[in-house]
């Protein structure tokens, strides 16, 4: 593939963008009744209720360029997903889902995304096919196309998350528990079995923010001793299943013995 052609298919778009920074830890579930009292006292559980499922079947070339780009720390960068929120046992083609691009252009992270029937989205994502007139549904149909995308991994986890409330309306903290994935049955109402990724005493916390993350919240992880990683739920799947060598940021595991 031509260097130009890299280079467009990784440079940021202005089309239905929003930025953020985000900043990731791992926490010892034990600690999560703290953490949560703490977020609790200052923000409000968001619109899917307390605590909820998170599924995810990411897109990738046959050499795992996307992989790569995460783990080479390229100042542009993006993956492919389909995602679902909630019970995944009842998906079927009439399930709404959301088909997302998610991009990274220095350290901010910018996320744009459509809301449709997941018929239709894997007619899209997997078959190539056009299914509406949008620049955003353009540019998924040009990535899967010219860089051959198919599913590589699946990811899902019971997820609990807070938003900020008054001047802080932007900021966002999710813990994730039971990080689940699996390396193939990429239906997200198929009835595979999931593993466990990130092992199941851990959560992985996120902060994410508009400008920046408030003082109160950044005190708050250091009295936790939260630990700031860089690990991706996306590229600790593709680790975790031997599709690719550990790399430093995987977080070890119970399928590191595979």
């Given amino acids: 593939m031509p260097d130009e052609l890299g280079h467009a298919l990784r440079a940021p ?9 985000e900043i990731k830890y791992l926490l010892p579930v034990t600690a999560v009744p703290d953490l949560r009292a703490e977020l609790s ?26 992989y790569w780009e995460k ?5 542009f960068r993006r993956k492919l997903r ?21 991009q990274r252009v220095n350290r901010v992270t910018q996320k744009r995304r459509v809301s449709l029937p997941y018929r239709s989205a894997l007619a899209l994502c997997d078959r190539r096919v056009p299914v509406g007139r949008s620049a955003f ?3 998924v149909l040009g990535l899967v196309s010219r860089l051959d995308l198919r599913p590589v991994a699946m990811t899902g986890y019971q997820r609990e998350a807070f938003l900020g409330r008054g001047a802080e309306v932007g900021l966002r903290v999710t813990v994730d528990r039971r990080v689940r994935g699996r390396d193939r049955d990429f239906h997200l109402g198929s009835p595979a079995e999931n593993r466990l990724i990130v092992p199941a005493r851990l959560a992985v916390v996120e902060f994410k923010a508009n400008e920046r993350v408030p003082y109160w919240l ?10 700031v990683v860089r690990m991706s739920k996306y590229c600790q799947s593709v680790e975790a299943f031997g599709r690719a060598p550990r790399s430093v940021f995987h977080v070890p595991g119970v399928l590191d013995a595979v």
């Fill in 71 to 75: 783990i080479e720390g390229l100042r």
């Fill in 218 to 227: 950044t005190d708050l992880a250091a009295r936790m001793n939260l630990s």
């Fill in 137 to 139: 549904l353009d540019e």
């Fill in 82 to 102: 389909v995602r679902h929120y909630g019970d995944r046992s009842g998906v079927d083609g009439d399930t709404t889902v959301f088909v997302e691009i998610k």
């Fill in 13 to 21: 778009s202005r089309l239905h963008a929003f930025n953020r920074y």
């Fill in 41 to 66: 006292a200052r923000m409000d559980h968001d619109a899917h209720g307390a605590t909820y499922g998170v599924w995810s079947v990411y897109y990738d070339t046959t050499d795992l360029r996307f």
